[in-house]
Structure formats: structure tokens, C-alpha cells
């Protein structure tokens, strides 16, 4: 019988339970985006699939919100160096600190052990 797919795996540690949430409201977020009317970046999007990956206990999950994080974090980082540290923050500062915590979260030393046990 396959194992039941789930959202959200109150199992895992706190660190992986922040991420999968931190991911799936900055997917939920770039869904917005959507609605009205702007384009959000395909990184964001991919985030939800990685809280996804990351709930159902699959290594393919962690290392894609490993990838696109840090990806999220210099897209961010070079708009701070375009136009510069005050316009930068106004930008994308509150986005900036979202991707810097979830970068965080992901290579704790909690979830990386976690995930090198027990994930396929």
C-alpha cells in the first residue's frame, strides 16, 4: 500500500516544520503576485514543490529548496548591489530576510542530520 502524502509532518524537527511552512508562504505569496497582475519569479513558485518534497520525507524536496533559496538570495543580492543599499531595502528587504531564514533553516545542523537518516 503507498504511504499517504501529507502537507505538513508534525514528526519532522522544528527547523524542517519552519521551512516547509517558510516555503509554502513564500510560494503562497508569489501566487499573489500572480493575482495581481505581476510575474512572479519561478523560484518562489518552486518553494511550495519543495515544502511538498520536504513533508513527504524525499531528498529531492530538500535539495531543491536548498537550490532555489540560495538562488532567491542572489537574485536579492544583486538588486541590493543595482541600485543600492536604501532603494535595495525598500525593494526587497523584508523578502531578503524571508530567504536568509529559510536558507537558515534548511542547512541547520538539525535538519541536514534529519534528512541524511530518514529521508529517501
Do not use: C
Not at 16 to 33: D, F, K, R
Amino acid at each position: 500500500m503507498a504511504e499517504p502524502r501529507r502537507w505538513f509532518d508534525p514528526s519532522q524537527p522544528q527547523t524542517l516544520q519552519g521551512a516547509v511552512m517558510l516555503s509554502y508562504l513564500i510560494a503562497a505569496l508569489g501566487l499573489l503576485w500572480l493575482l495581481f497582475g505581476a510575474y512572479p519569479s519561478v523560484i518562489s513558485l518552486g518553494l511550495g514543490a519543495a515544502g511538498y518534497g520536504v513533508a513527504n520525507e524525499k531528498r529531492w524536496g530538500y535539495r531543491l529548496g536548498i537550490v532555489l533559496a540560495g538562488l532567491s538570495v542572489l537574485l536579492f543580492l544583486s538588486v541590493f548591489a543595482d541600485v543600492g543599499l536604501v532603494s535595495g531595502f525598500r525593494l526587497v528587504g523584508i523578502n531578503l530576510v524571508f530567504t536568509l531564514v529559510l536558507v537558515a533553516l534548511y542547512l541547520h545542523p538539525q535538519s541536514r542530520e534529519y534528512q541524511r537518516v530518514w529521508f529517501k
